[in-house]
Structures are given as structure tokens and as C-alpha cells.
């Protein structure tokens, strides 16, 4: 089945600066990859996503990135802000079919 | 109704004890999917649903986790005989499947409590 990996697992950066976070998977069949924030005590939110025939998602401050041939896809925040302090999940899926999560990354944007 | 609705939201329940816990997807929505999540943790995949049936429970930690989907919509995942291990969020998530929107929508959680 599918595996995902997910790093770094903490990440601090100052207000102001980027912050970019890397996905792996292992089954060729995903071609679906979503990013979900997940705030403390609140449920995870679709933030962004991208499919396999597309190489680069943009949307404002927030940018996804796969290479299929590698089987990685990163997430790239710019410009951040306190309220991007959260956990981020990335996930791989075959047609939406069953979503495998990777273990989440605990961003702190420091003032 | 227009998300993902679980109950109950909140649960304590003695060890040794069974507890249900009830997923309503959002309406349409072919695939449905059960996590867990312990405190300060990942999503740790448990069952997935493709209408009534359950092609991946390759999750469930145990035989004393099972799940159900009936009528292609509310799911319910009992869990028998708890453990204080047990204690987490579990969250439930619904999506279409093979449609141009594959996003999965997350409910709010049950936060179970074994004591």
C-alpha cells in the first residue's frame, strides 16, 4: 500500500520568512496530493492541492510543487505569518480513493 | 446537513466497556474514511468505505475495532472491550471519488476518553 513520508517534522522560522515542507510516496498510482492545516483542536482543512498533470500549484502566499518521477511533492510558504502556525499534513490518493497521510510537520512562525 | 457531522463529540467510557461512534458524511459523497488521532500525533489511517463496502481495513488495530456503512451514508465504528490506549480523537472524513473535487472534508472528531 501506499507510504508516505513527511519532513521535517518541527519547523520554526521568523515572521517574514519561507517555510517549505517535503512529501514522499511510494505508489505510482496516487496521482491526487492535498495539503491539510490543522490548527490546534480543530479538524484538518484542505489548504491546497495538486494532480499528477500538473507540475506547480500557486495560490497567494501558498505554492505546491511534484516531480512524479521522484515521487516527491513539497509545500512552499511565503511571506509567513502567525496565523500559518499550525500542523501541516500532506496526503497521497489514488483517484481520491483512501487518502494516506504523512505524519505532520509543526510549524511555529515566530514574531 | 452541509459538513461532516460526528457523535458524540465527547466520550468517557469505563475500560472494558463497548462504544459506537457515528459518522454522517456529507450528502453524496461515495467514499467515506476513519482516522485516529492520538494527542499531538498524525493521522493514523483506520478503515475506508467505497459506498457500503470497506476495500482497505488494513488499519484497524485490532478485532475489537469494527466498522460499518449503511445506505452508503452514516458509518459507525464500534470499538469493543476498550483500552486506556484507545483514548484519542478519532475523526471521520467523506469525499467524492473520480469527480473533479476529490477533496476529503474532516468532521470535528469524537474525543474518546478511556478511563
Known amino acids: 500500500g501506499e507510504n508516505v513520508e513527511q519532513h521535517p517534522s518541527t519547523l520554526s522560522v521568523q515572521e517574514g520568512d519561507s517555510a517549505v515542507i517535503k512529501c514522499t510516496y511510494s505508489?505510482?498510482?496516487?496521482?491526487?496530493f492535498p495539503w491539510y492545516k490543522q490548527e490546534l483542536g480543530k479538524r484538518p482543512q484542505l489548504i491546497i492541492d495538486?494532480?499528477?498533470?500538473?507540475g506547480e500549484k500557486k495560490d497567494q502566499r501558498i505554492a505546491v510543487t511534484l516531480n512524479k518521477t521522484a515521487k516527491h511533492f513539497s509545500l512552499h510558504i511565503t511571506e509567513t505569518q502567525p496565523e500559518d502556525s499550525a500542523v501541516y499534513f500532506c496526503?497521497?490518493?489514488?483517484?481520491?480513493?483512501?487518502?494516506?497521510f504523512g505524519p505532520g510537520t509543526r510549524l511555529s512562525v515566530l514574531p | 446537513g452541509a459538513g461532516v457531522s460526528q457523535s458524540p463529540s465527547n466520550k468517557v467510557t469505563e475500560k472494558g466497556k463497548d462504544v459506537e461512534l457515528r459518522c454522517d458524511p456529507i450528502?453524496?459523497?461515495?467514499?467515506l474514511y476513519w482516522y485516529r488521532q492520538s494527542l499531538g500525533q498524525g493521522l493514523e489511517f483506520l478503515i475506508y468505505?467505497?459506498?457500503?463496502?470497506?476495500?482497505?481495513k488494513s488499519g484497524l488495530p485490532s478485532d475489537r475495532f469494527s466498522a460499518e456503512r449503511t445506505g452508503g451514508s452514516v458509518s459507525t465504528l464500534t470499538i469493543q472491550r476498550t483500552q486506556q490506549e484507545d483514548s484519542a480523537v478519532y475523526l471521520c472524513?467523506?469525499?467524492?471519488?473520480?469527480?473533479?473535487?476529490?477533496?476529503?472534508?474532516f468532521g470535528q472528531g469524537t474525543r474518546l476518553t478511556v478511563v
Open positions: 468505505f467505497q459506498g457500503n463496502s470497506a476495500p482497505d
Open positions: 505508489d505510482s498510482a496516487s496521482n491526487y
Open positions: 472524513a467523506s469525499s467524492l471519488v473520480g469527480g473533479a473535487n476529490t477533496e476529503a472534508f
Open positions: 450528502s453524496g459523497h461515495t467514499a
Open positions: 495538486i494532480r499528477s498533470n500538473v
Open positions: 496526503a497521497a490518493s489514488p483517484y481520491g480513493q483512501n487518502f494516506v
